[in-house]
């Protein structure tokens, strides 16, 4: 019984720990960046902050586009 209780009591944290850097990392807007250019195309939103070219945050998902 005192495994269990250990054994939960070390998973719980990581779990949540996992949720919280999932749901953290799917809120990050994609960056299109042209391939050729190295500059930015558009920026898809996934929350309802607004971002877009001229103003995308210091963290972001970059995408490669052509």
């Known amino acids: ?3 269990a209780l250990f054994t939960l009591g070390m998973a719980a944290p990581l779990v949540g ?3 919280f850097v999932v749901l953290d ?3 990050m807007p994609d960056v299109h960046v042209s391939y050729s ?3 930015c195309v558009k920026v898809v939103n996934y929350t309802d902050e ?3 070219c001229s ?3 210091s963290k ?4 490669w586009v052509q």
């Open 17 to 19: 720990l996992l949720g």
């Open 50 to 52: 607004q971002f877009d």
């Open 55 to 57: 103003n995308y945050p």
């Open 60 to 63: 972001f998902n970059h995408v």
């Open 37 to 39: 250019t190295g500059e």
């Open 25 to 27: 990392a799917t809120a």
């Open 1 to 3: 019984m005192k495994d």
